[in-house]
């Protein structure tokens, strides 16, 4: 798995023909703007197409899930093979690997090593921090842009019934959070049916960034009768937005060339949750959903 | 991480595991066959002393782990069973440095759409994809992975990510515009694809 070199594990940065452009950008690997130069009149149906397909495509594939009985054949291997004797060097090689996270000999060893530790940490936290000065705000609003422009466009895409349809492959809220926590290496925490809120469904996404992504959607009723849709896009955190655990943030769409639309981010438990909601939502309504959700509600300054 | 936390959570990922081998093997017997020997490899002491999580940056971790097992677990079965294993080895031939395709994507106008018409259409396609596109499909449409996991699991360069990953579009988006009623009911425009 590590023979590739780093270089042929990046997108390139130009040289890709229209084609690989409009699909990169479809499925969250590029921001919307690479599409600029050669955007023209079929550009969003060619990118509908793109998504609707994955969509598709998630939704035929995604049937089968592993027999009981072969849930229960592979649990005995695993036991087999862990009371064979020489097993032990596995038992060893894990509680090798779970001292050298828990103890750290490596601060347990002499005072010139330590000293020798802070020096380099030393030397590579001004490195580390030069770095963040110069490329880490701009890499996190690049990433503010490319999120919010694709979550937008995904919630706006599935308003429609037959585009949701579709998508989300998992029709109750129970079944999306018990197949999607593996798949997001952590249990998504999302609003429950619930008197006024509706599960619309939820399925596979492909949010910007790295990891697994998936998107819940739900109609919410408002206290005038009507009723709006909110989405919920959930991905494996990895500090794109260095954020507070547990707080909301509220994004700036206007600097990301977006209107109409309330878009709040927050972190938690190592899942990125980002809501979506129309212009028909009240501000009110998202902080009452957050509240639902316990999360803290944005301050002012907690503006992206 | 402790042993019961190891096999806990190589289980969780069971049922992805199982989805991958089914796709590959189309067949629910060699499919269980297939995830039974990825587990068995898993597990065996000197395959779990070279595990290493990935998580970090390519947030893949155990699953990405077990389907690469699974991955070359299937594709050495291959190899060994054909005698002439002609498309698994220009398969593997594809470089990094081939010609991104150029054909853009058809026009989908949804306001004709006939999901089961689709469903039906694209199955097919799907099943009569060789395994290597059905993999990749996969991994991109069903569990989500980014061009760089998928890399990182079968070891090769993101360039041949992105083209294998546009021939089996390509293939499938072929098969629904080669159908007059699939063309029909979903709005496609020939000349457009």
């Not at chain 1, 936290?125 to 030069?130: E, K, M, Q």
Request: glycine share 6%.
């Amino acid at each position: 798995m590590n023979q590739t070199n780093a270089d042929n594990q990046k997108l390139p940065d130009d040289g890709l023909s229209p084609g690989a452009l409009l699909r990169a950008v479809a499925d969250g690997e590029l921001p919307a703007d690479r599409l600029d130069p050669v955007r023209d009149d079929s550009t969003d149906r060619r990118l509908a197409f793109e998504r609707s397909l994955r969509d598709a495509t998630a939704r035929v594939m995604d049937g089968p899930r592993a027999p009981e009985g072969l849930r229960r054949k592979v649990a005995e291997t695993v036991a087999e093979i862990a009371a064979e004797p020489g097993h032990d060097r596995l038992a060893r090689a894990l509680e090798a690997r779970a001292d050298e996270t828990r103890s750290r000999s490596f601060w347990g060893g002499r005072m010139v090593a330590a000293l020798a530790a802070v020096l380099v940490l030393t030397v590579a936290g001004v490195f580390v921090s030069r770095t963040i000065q110069a490329s880490g705000p701009r890499d996190m609003l690049a990433y503010r842009t490319d999120l919010a422009t694709f979550v937008s466009a995904e919630h706006t895409r599935t308003l429609d019934d037959r585009v949701a349809t579709r998508k989300y492959i998992y029709s109750t809220v129970g079944d999306a959070v018990r197949k999607l926590t593996p798949t997001l290496h952590g249990k998504p925490e999302v609003l429950p049916n619930d008197d006024g809120v509706s599960f619309r469904g939820a399925g596979p996404c492909g949010v910007p960034g790295v990891g697994p992504s998936c998107h819940f959607q739900y109609v919410i009723a408002k206290p005038d009768g009507t009723t709006s849709t909110v989405s919920i896009f959930i991905k494996q955190d990895h500090n794109e937005l260095d954020l507070e655990e547990n707080t909301a943030y509220r994004i700036k769409t206007d600097e990301c060339g977006l209107s109409g639309y309330e878009i709040l981010v927050w972190r938690r438990g190592g899942l990125l949750y980002t809501l979506v909601a129309g212009d028909d939502f009240p501000q009110s309504a998202c902080l009452d959903l957050l509240a639902e959700l316990r999360v803290a509600r944005p301050d002012p300054d907690h503006e992206l | 991480m402790e042993r019961n936390e190891f096999e806990k959570s190589a289980l969780e990922h069971l049922d992805a595991v199982y989805r991958m081998a089914f796709h590959l093997a189309r067949n629910s017997e060699l499919a269980e066959d297939l995830v039974q020997e990825v587990y068995a490899r898993a597990f065996r002491p000197n395959a779990i002393e070279r595990f290493e999580d990935n998580s970090p940056d390519g947030g893949g971790g155990m699953r990405a782990w077990l389907f690469a097992i699974c991955h070359n677990v299937f594709f050495s079965k291959i190899k060994r069973e054909a005698r002439q294993p002609t498309a698994v080895e220009n398969f593997f031939e594809e470089s990094s440095t081939e010609r991104q395709p150029d054909e853009p994507p058809p026009q989908w106008d949804g306001e004709r759409l006939d999901f089961e018409q689709i469903d039906s259409t694209l199955k097919d396609a799907i099943e009569e994809l060789k395994p290597e596109y059905r993999e990749i499909l996969l991994m991109w449409g069903v569990e989500g992975l980014k061009y760089r996991e998928i890399a990182a699991i079968l070891d090769v360069p993101i360039g041949t990510v992105m083209s294998r990953l546009h021939r089996a579009r390509k293939i499938i988006a072929d098969r629904l515009l080669a159908d007059d009623e699939a063309v029909a009911n979903l709005g496609l425009r020939r000349d457009e694809a």
